[in-house]
């Protein structure tokens, strides 16, 4: 089973490299250039999409997506739902069942919500309890998938960061999270001190401060992410070559 192998991606002796994904022509050059297994970046899909980061991209849409890109690769796939686009567990088990029929080896949730265009964190006991809720589902209907629990202390930049992510670190792998993303930490000493507070694989995300490859491997990550960066690098890339293409009236720059 492919999330068997997704699993044991996470613990091997260097960490997952994950390519971020955001339509099928970016899957199949992830798996073409030796990607061992792709996640979607919730931001680069609505994007694309004509929407908002923030649960702006309606659910259909997103599994329309992922139906397109799950049934385009052969290697591993995880999605990012955002905050699983609900307040209700029961709801957020469905979206993911829904998903894992398409293919899906692995979700992303995150414990903050966009409301009214303002990210904030989601109360760590009320999103423990949420999580508790889906994982009891997903037992009970013996639906295997990797969940990576998405703590935003150090995205948002909350007080007592690192004493923050290790509460909410001991709480989520006690609902039964499988793998902890702390997007924006890039301290060595922090990244050492979240790995060293958990048995979970511990991943981290592309930032212009954080280490290179083999130091994250002496710290301990099990897993990298890129984000959204190379789709707004992609496009920063379009915008380059069509000035240059009005700059200098001929094709010339795209040959």
Not at 54 to 60: H, K, R, V
Not at 81 to 110: C, M, Q, W
Not at 118 to 124: H, K, P, Q
Request: charged share 20%.
């Amino acid at each position: 089973m492919l999330v068997n192998t997704f699993r044991a991606l996470h613990t091997t002796s260097t960490p997952l490299l994950l390519a971020n994904v955001w339509d099928v022509p970016s899957a199949k050059i992830s798996q073409k250039n030796g990607f061992k297994a792709i996640g979607t970046s919730s931001a680069a899909l609505a994007a694309t999409l004509g929407y908002e980061d923030g649960e702006e991209l309606p659910f259909s849409e997103l599994l329309f997506m992922i139906d397109k890109i799950a049934s385009a690769v052969s290697i591993p796939l995880t999605v990012d739902i955002e905050a699983g686009y609900s307040d209700v567990p029961e709801k957020t088990f469905e979206h993911i069942r829904s998903l894992v029929k398409l293919g899906v080896v692995g979700i992303n949730i995150e414990d903050s919500k966009v409301l009214d265009g303002e990210r904030a964190l989601i109360n760590a006991d009320k999103f423990t309890c949420f999580l508790s809720e889906i994982k009891d589902h997903l037992n009970k209907t013996n639906i295997d998938v990797f969940i990576n629990v998405r703590i935003d202390t150090f995205l948002l930049n909350v007080k007592n960061t690192i004493a923050e992510t290790k509460n909410r670190i001991t709480q989520y792998q006690a609902a039964g999270a499988d793998g902890i993303f702390i997007p924006c930490i890039t301290n060595d000493t922090d990244i050492k001190a979240a790995v060293s507070h958990t048995h979970l694989p511990v991943n981290v995300m592309c930032m212009p401060e954080l280490t290179n490859f083999t130091d994250l491997t002496d710290l301990g990550v099990s897993r990298i992410s890129m984000g959204n960066f190379i789709h707004q690098q992609q496009l920063q890339n379009f915008e380059n070559i069509l000035i240059d293409i009005k700059a200098t009236d001929s094709f010339s720059t795209l040959f």
